[in-house]
């Protein structure tokens, strides 16, 4: 008989938190349909009916603190093995409580997210030390309205999670307690609206020194042929930082958006390739370019993806160095190449060495844009090297130059 009821209550826990789930995205995206909260009540029913027809023993047990997990799981011919085996399978953690609200089960999810062991028992005020969480719990069995609570939590780690209260109207758990970790969700979201705020603040400044240049050349009648070249020439610098910026978004898009197409590459002759190419440049700045390249060093990688971190850190170093050399040397490490440029340059203090990889930071803005630099080039070299499943590092002192390692696996 268990087994026939088995199937029964899990399809119904199954079809309750599909209805639950799909009628929180549709609040949340403003439909007005009412087939989600349908599904959800014709989930409620199932699951009502399916735990009615459970047996006394079954129920006493679960009432008891029979957790639905692998490790407390009951005997063959239980429906708890399978439930718990789904519930387990879910990324939100789930907590069933009781008629006095505290815990009768969770998932192994919920026991991860909340870092309590064990979980039965508990209030949710003993989980998360919120009264807020506890204040709308009581008010959603209350009023017997779902509720969605933001919560921050500080163990085991930092996290924000989207607790979402789930009141049954069923006698032996009219609760249920969604847990979804938010943390990398928001941590994004932060990101791309620094990004944006970023991307902004860097085109505003060119355009509107093009703006302002051209409208006096525009307005002032008596502006001499010197100073209009002069004006001239600086919109012609100011056009190409915002090309240039242009350029480095669109490369950093692509690599974060493009699949990569790996092959066996020789870093050897890349490395070889790029110094050769940056020659012109560094005699111009009255520079010593060397390099020390082991030949025969080959990568499993995308050869324009690496052959762009080249040329970004040589030409970093190039810019920010005003006298001495820079240095360029390749070798293997073990399973790994490590590539190594220096340079004798300025340099950089150790507050801004966590930084240098952020998009648009800068340790010295003026200096930057008067070298044409856009802020990005490092943040693409991480991500580009990370991507192939290396490391980079940097190792710097002001007055004394930087030097930048980066570690990328040797093909097999």
């Not at 699949?259 to 066996?264: D, F, G, T």
């Not at 300025?346 to 003026?366: C, K, M, N, T, W």
Request: charge should be negative; hydrophobic fraction near 45%; aromatic fraction near 2%.
């Amino acid at each position: 008989m268990a087994r026939t009821r088995a199937p029964l209550l899990l399809g119904a826990c199954g079809v309750f938190l599909m209805g639950v789930a799909v009628w929180r995205q549709a609040a949340l995206s403003g439909s007005s349909s009412y087939l989600p909260l349908l599904v959800a009540i014709v989930g409620a029913a199932s699951l009502t009916l399916a735990l009615r027809m459970q047996s006394s023993s079954e129920r006493t047990k679960f009432e008891s603190g029979g957790e639905l997990s692998g490790a407390q799981s009951a005997g063959p011919n239980s429906s708890e093995p399978s439930l718990a085996a789904l519930l387990d399978a879910l990324q939100e953690g789930v907590l069933l409580l009781g008629p006095d609200l505290r815990v009768l089960s969770g998932n192994a999810r919920a026991a991860e997210l909340f870092g309590v062991e064990p979980l039965i028992g508990k209030t949710m005020l003993e989980l998360t030390l919120s009264s807020d969480l506890a204040a709308a719990l009581a008010q959603s069995v209350k009023e017997g309205e779902i509720r969605e609570v933001p919560l921050a939590i500080a163990h085991p780690t930092e996290r924000l999670l989207a607790v979402t209260i789930v009141p049954t109207r069923l006698e032996s758990c009219p609760v249920i307690v969604l847990a979804e970790d938010q943390t990398e969700l928001n941590h994004l979201r932060t990101i791309r609206t620094d990004f944006v705020a970023n991307v902004s603040h860097e085109l505003r400044t060119p355009m509107a020194t093009v703006r302002s240049m051209a409208e006096t050349i525009l307005d002032d009648r008596d502006l001499s042929e010197e100073d209009e070249a002069r004006f001239l020439r600086r919109i012609l610098a100011e056009i190409d930082r915002l090309t240039a910026i242009s350029e480095d978004l669109l490369t950093l898009s692509a690599s974060e958006s493009k699949p990569l197409v790996k092959s066996p590459v020789d870093l050897s002759q890349l490395v070889e390739a790029a110094c050769h190419g940056m020659e012109v440049q560094a005699r111009e700045r009255n520079l010593q370019l060397h390099t020390d390249v082991r030949p025969g060093v080959v990568v499993e990688a995308d050869a324009s993806q690496l052959t762009q971190v080249l040329v970004n850190l040589i030409g970093n170093s190039l810019r920010f160095t005003e006298s001495g050399s820079v240095s360029v040397t390749l070798e293997r490490d073990g399973a790994e190449a490590v590539l190594r440029v220096t340079d004798t340059g300025v340099g950089i203090s150790a507050e801004h060495l966590p930084r240098v990889f952020e998009r648009f930071y800068r340790v010295d803005p003026a200096r930057s844009r008067a070298t044409g630099g856009t802020g990005l080039g490092l943040s693409i070299v991480k991500h580009i090297v990370v991507s192939h499943g290396g490391a980079v590092e940097i190792e710097s002192e002001v007055g004394r130059g930087t030097t930048v390692t980066v570690r990328l696996p040797l093909a097999a």
